[in-house]
């Protein structure tokens, strides 16, 4: 089973994620470049790192590039332990909604890297604050629904696509269609199962996509009126109704496993599920667009990525290390290792399911067109809290403005706090 790309943002306070920078740490040198990853819990992604850094490490002789992973459920705290402690390495790796914060904590620097290469990568890949990259990442992930073909079929419901995909109110009457076919119990999973950045990045784009956001955009200084007004009310009252109807379980099973067991005749989830849908229904699996819920489709940007902490002894050989990292075969490597979409056009055309005629050809599109990257702000840990605490009170039950309203509060208080973190 492939796990989730979207990153559990650890729970850390802003106080600690503003510890200064430190000196480099007695085992960082010049000539000796040590590479944090994330992926110490998944194999097949952390066997392409390593083979990344063996490959650069033959490359030339000036520097030594030592890999060390850790589980992906720990590496946030470590990083922060490891800044406070100064021994953060040369080369980290980070969730992309987390690189303004680690930008604006001075953990990290400005990449010194080709701008044709920069340009080449899909606009959510690149991790930038205040207009400078901070970050670079080799692939991203895009929100999907993967439905049984045979359902929409059976039931008279047309199938989305990339240029037409479903209204509200067409999505909003399939799922009511699909609710008196006996089949299934309910009919979609929205994946309330999951917990802590997956509130964010799979709901707020449904936000968005009614005109709403997280926060204020042009001036990154205010929630109210955007996350709480007109357009944020009628989404969080209809993403309420859905469960109060009867249409998305409040409890469904765990890792989305009610879609591949037959319970639902959809799922709302990420683009690394595909493959093991198609794997469980064979022809009979389809990946659709998310709806366009009045302001055009909108999905989750931004993956994991990489930078070069302040304190790194020698950033140009970092820098060399990045560039190398990003060549196309190894984005084809992450591609068909894990699932993941591939960070250039020219990588994805040769991968085994984003080349055309391929099993996940339109994801790269997807991304393309709708991915917005979560808002580029040192604030985004207490928006992504803040946020994800109101859509869980909303499942619950509670009232939606007051939910709105009281998420607003706590986000601005937290911008005032930190004296608008830059902005």
């Given at each position: 089973?492939?796990?989730?790309?979207?990153?559990?943002?650890?729970v850390v306070t802003l106080a600690s994620?503003?510890?200064?920078?430190?000196?480099?740490?007695?085992?960082?040198?010049?000539?000796?470049?040590?590479?944090?990853?994330?992926?110490?819990?998944?194999?097949?992604?952390?066997?392409v790192v390593q083979g990344i850094v063996?490959?650069?490490?033959?490359?030339?002789?000036?520097?030594?590039?030592?890999?060390?992973?850790?589980?992906?459920?720990?590496?946030?705290?470590?990083?922060?332990?490891?800044?406070?402690?100064?021994?953060?390495?040369?080369?980290?790796?980070?969730?992309?909604?987390?690189?303004?914060?680690?930008?604006?904590?001075?953990?990290?620097?400005?990449?010194?890297?080709?701008?044709?290469?920069?340009?080449?990568?899909?606009?959510?890949?690149?991790?930038?604050?205040?207009d400078e990259i901070y970050a670079v990442?080799?692939?991203?992930?895009?929100?999907?629904?993967?439905?049984?073909?045979?359902?929409?079929?059976?039931?008279?419901?047309?199938?989305?696509?990339?240029?037409?995909?479903?209204?509200?109110?067409?999505?909003?009457?399939?799922?009511?269609?699909?609710?008196?076919?006996?089949?299934?119990?309910?009919?979609?999973?929205?994946?309330?199962?999951?917990?802590?950045?997956?509130?964010?990045?799979?709901?707020?784009?449904?936000?968005?996509?009614?005109?709403?956001?997280?926060?204020?955009?042009?001036?990154?200084?205010?929630?109210?009126?955007?996350?709480?007004?007109?357009?944020?009310?009628?989404?969080?009252?209809?993403?309420?109704?859905?469960?109060?109807?009867?249409?998305?379980?409040?409890?469904?099973?765990?890792?989305?496993?009610?879609?591949?067991?037959?319970?639902?005749?959809?799922?709302?989830?990420?683009?690394?599920?595909?493959?093991?849908?198609?794997?469980?229904?064979?022809?009979?699996?389809?990946?659709?667009?998310?709806?366009?819920?009045?302001?055009?489709?909108?999905?989750?940007?931004?993956?994991?990525?990489?930078?070069?902490?302040?304190?790194?002894?020698?950033?140009?050989?970092?820098?060399?290390?990045?560039?190398?990292?990003?060549?196309?075969?190894?984005?084809?490597?992450?591609?068909?290792?894990?699932?993941?979409?591939?960070?250039?056009?020219?990588?994805?055309?040769?991968?085994?399911?984003?080349?055309?005629?391929?099993?996940?050809?339109?994801?790269?599109?997807?991304?393309?067109?709708?991915?917005?990257?979560?808002?580029?702000?040192?604030?985004?840990?207490?928006?992504?809290?803040?946020?994800?605490?109101?859509?869980?009170?909303?499942?619950?039950?509670?009232?939606?403005?007051?939910?709105?309203?009281?998420?607003?509060?706590?986000?601005?208080?937290?911008?005032?706090?930190?004296?608008?973190?830059?902005?």
């Amino acid at each position: 089973m492939r796990t989730s790309l979207v990153s559990m943002l650890s729970v850390v306070t802003l106080a600690s994620l503003a510890v200064a920078g430190c000196a480099p740490s007695e085992e960082d040198s010049a000539d000796q470049i040590k590479v944090w990853s994330h992926a110490g819990g998944g194999k097949e992604e952390l066997a392409v790192v390593q083979g990344i850094v063996d490959d650069y490490n033959a490359s030339q002789d000036e520097v030594t590039v030592v890999l060390e992973s850790f589980p992906q459920s720990s590496y946030n705290d470590a990083v922060v332990a490891a800044a406070a402690s100064g021994d953060l390495p040369c080369v980290v790796d980070m969730d992309g909604p987390i690189v303004p914060n680690w930008a604006w904590a001075d953990y990290i620097q400005p990449l010194d890297l080709p701008t044709d290469l920069t340009d080449s990568l899909l606009p959510s890949t690149v991790g930038r604050y205040q207009d400078e990259i901070y970050a670079v990442g080799a692939f991203d992930a895009a929100l999907t629904i993967n439905a049984r073909r045979s359902a929409l079929v059976d039931n008279g419901i047309r199938i989305p696509t990339l240029d037409e995909p479903w209204t509200l109110d067409e999505f909003d009457a399939a799922l009511v269609t699909l609710s008196a076919d006996e089949r299934f119990e309910y009919p979609i999973d929205l994946g309330v199962w999951d917990a802590n950045e997956w509130w964010s990045y799979a709901y707020s784009p449904m936000l968005q996509s009614f005109g709403g956001d997280l926060v204020d955009r042009e001036t990154y200084l205010s929630a109210d009126g955007v996350l709480n007004g007109p357009e944020g009310l009628a989404f969080a009252e209809w993403f309420q109704s859905v469960f109060e109807r009867g249409l998305a379980s409040r409890t469904p099973t765990a890792d989305g496993q009610d879609f591949p067991q037959g319970n639902v005749a959809m799922v709302y989830g990420g683009s690394w599920k595909a493959l093991d849908s198609a794997e469980t229904f064979g022809d009979d699996a389809i990946i659709l667009p998310v709806p366009d819920f009045g302001s055009g489709p909108v999905i989750g940007g931004g993956s994991w990525q990489q930078g070069v902490s302040t304190t790194c002894a020698n950033p140009e050989a970092a820098n060399d290390y990045l560039e190398f990292s990003l060549q196309d075969k190894y984005i084809v490597e992450f591609a068909d290792a894990v699932g993941v979409i591939p960070a250039t056009d020219t990588a994805a055309q040769q991968t085994e399911y984003f080349a055309e005629g391929g099993l996940l050809a339109e994801l790269p599109e997807f991304s393309r067109q709708f991915a917005l990257v979560r808002p580029e702000t040192p604030g985004y840990a207490v928006i992504s809290t803040s946020f994800g605490k109101a859509m869980q009170d909303l499942v619950a039950g509670a009232d939606p403005q007051a939910t709105l309203d009281q998420a607003v509060k706590d986000i601005d208080a937290n911008i005032k706090s930190n004296d608008g973190y830059g902005f």
